[in-house]
């Protein structure tokens, strides 16, 4: 799962990259709107983090102009602006849920996973299927709840997977969402991770689309 930050407090964006590195996710981060606006505009991403008093651009006008611009990617606002009126205005023009500066990490951190897991679909922090639970908050994977080790990349693609339970999931789509903007992206290697996961899950949840893509669902369902 990949998220964008738009935060012009360097401490404060390396701090929230740090714990959402460490949670699992794919992190890119803008210091002001106008890059902000562009990165949101431009690349796919599960969720955004958005402060509301930038340099270049505010807050609020990036948000109205994606929306403007039909991207329903859940925002995030993040602000020291803490009066009623400023936050409906937030969530007037478009965001999804809104936390007010100074704040604790594990709040943000609860707070993204809850707007992923809405946006997919899905309401509970535990993702299962057939016998595979993801747990969302730990970061850890069960099958039949005998804990299995993968890594880093290997959990992003069956993070990603899980929350899409049930649709065609492209080589390309897998690679936008796994990998940050800087890393030297490969598709290729997306079917060398789903091979690895394959085995290590030992069940059959993860199906070949031939020239289409992968699909997550249990095989033994129905």
Same mark, same amino acid.
């Given at each position: 799962?990949? %998220?964008?930050?738009?935060?012009?407090?360097?401490?404060?964006?390396?701090?929230?990259?740090?714990?959402?590195? /460490? #949670?699992?996710?794919?992190?890119?981060?803008?210091?002001?709107?106008?890059?902000?606006?562009?990165?949101? &505009?431009? /690349?796919?991403?599960?969720?955004?983090?958005?402060?509301?008093?930038?340099?270049?651009?505010? $807050?609020?006008?990036?948000?109205?102009?994606?929306?403007?611009?039909?991207?329903?990617?859940?925002?995030?606002?993040?602000?020291?602006?803490? +009066?009623?009126?400023?936050?409906?205005?937030?969530? &007037?023009?478009?965001?999804?849920?809104?936390?007010?500066?100074?704040?604790?990490?594990?709040?943000?951190?609860?707070?993204?996973? #809850?707007?992923?897991?809405?946006?997919?679909?899905?309401? +509970?922090?535990?993702?299962?299927? $057939?016998?595979?639970?993801?747990?969302t908050r730990g970061g850890r994977v069960y099958v039949d709840g005998t804990a299995v080790k993968l890594t880093a990349q290997?959990?992003?693609?069956?993070?990603?997977?899980?929350?899409?339970?049930?649709?065609? %999931?492209?080589?390309?789509?897998?690679?936008?969402?796994?990998?940050?903007?800087?890393?030297?992206?490969?598709?290729?290697?997306?079917e060398v991770f789903v091979n690895r996961v394959r085995k290590k899950l030992g069940v059959p949840v993860l199906h070949t /689309?031939?020239?289409?893509?992968?699909?997550?669902?249990?095989?033994?369902?129905?």
């Amino acid at each position: 799962m990949r %998220i964008l930050i738009v935060e012009d407090d360097a401490e404060l964006a390396r701090q929230m990259k740090s714990q959402l590195l /460490e #949670a699992g996710y794919a992190v890119d981060h803008a210091d002001n709107g106008e890059d902000g606006h562009f990165l949101g &505009d431009t /690349e796919p991403y599960d969720a955004i983090i958005l402060d509301l008093g930038l340099p270049v651009m505010d $807050g609020t006008s990036i948000l109205k102009r994606w929306r403007n611009q039909g991207h329903t990617v859940p925002v995030l606002i993040l602000t020291a602006r803490d +009066s009623w009126n400023d936050k409906v205005e937030g969530l &007037d023009a478009g965001a999804d849920d809104y936390l007010t500066k100074p704040f604790v990490m594990e709040e943000l951190l609860a707070r993204v996973r #809850a707007l992923i897991r809405r946006a997919a679909g899905q309401s +509970s922090p535990t993702l299962d299927c $057939g016998p595979v639970t993801l747990d969302t908050r730990g970061g850890r994977v069960y099958v039949d709840g005998t804990a299995v080790k993968l890594t880093a990349q290997e959990f992003k693609l069956l993070s990603y997977m899980m929350h899409h339970e049930g649709k065609v %999931i492209s080589r390309t789509e897998l690679t936008e969402h796994i990998y940050d903007q800087d890393f030297d992206r490969d598709s290729n290697t997306i079917e060398v991770f789903v091979n690895r996961v394959r085995k290590k899950l030992g069940v059959p949840v993860l199906h070949t /689309e031939r020239g289409l893509g992968y699909r997550l669902e249990w095989a033994g369902k129905g």
